[in-house]
């Protein structure tokens, strides 16, 4: 059975909880950078994340309908992954994010060399 969550409090939770997952924004633009995609293209591009964290952060972004996810019925069976129209509406805002931690992360780096 499939826990229903109650989202009242805050209509961005869903998104903001996959934003919490490390990898989940660096999956998404490899794919958008290179679709569609393979999983073990996906996997060889970013070498620090395991091949399980990888399928479960693909199977969280096609639940939300981000990515789309295509299984072809070849030998042996091969999937394709491509960013939805859904999720290139998300595409600007993220790039916006990556682009303001490049402008600001020598201020960050020296924030952070402050404190420690």
Same mark, same amino acid.
């Given at each position: 059975?499939?826990?229903? =969550?109650?989202?009242?409090?805050?209509?961005?939770?869903?998104?903001?909880?996959?934003?919490? *997952?490390?990898?989940?924004?660096?999956?998404?633009?490899?794919?958008?950078?290179?679709?569609?995609?393979?999983? *073990?293209?996906?996997?060889?591009?970013?070498?620090?994340?395991?091949?399980?964290?990888?399928?479960?952060?693909?199977?969280?972004?096609?639940?939300?309908?981000?990515?789309?996810?295509? =299984?072809?019925?070849?030998?042996?069976?091969?999937?394709?992954?491509?960013?939805?129209?859904?999720?290139? +509406? =998300?595409?600007?805002?993220?790039?916006?994010?990556? *682009?303001?931690?490049?402008?600001?992360?020598? +201020?960050?780096?020296?924030?952070?060399?402050?404190?420690?």
């Amino acid at each position: 059975m499939v826990k229903k =969550l109650d989202y009242a409090y805050c209509k961005a939770a869903p998104m903001l909880e996959w934003l919490g *997952n490390k990898w989940t924004l660096v999956v998404l633009m490899k794919i958008s950078e290179k679709e569609p995609v393979r999983f *073990n293209e996906l996997y060889r591009t970013i070498p620090s994340v395991s091949e399980k964290v990888l399928s479960q952060v693909l199977r969280q972004l096609a639940a939300d309908g981000i990515i789309r996810s295509e =299984l072809f019925a070849d030998v042996p069976p091969r999937t394709e992954y491509s960013v939805t129209d859904f999720g290139k +509406t =998300l595409l600007p805002h993220i790039e916006a994010l990556i *682009n303001w931690g490049r402008d600001n992360f020598d +201020t960050i780096m020296s924030n952070r060399q402050k404190q420690g």
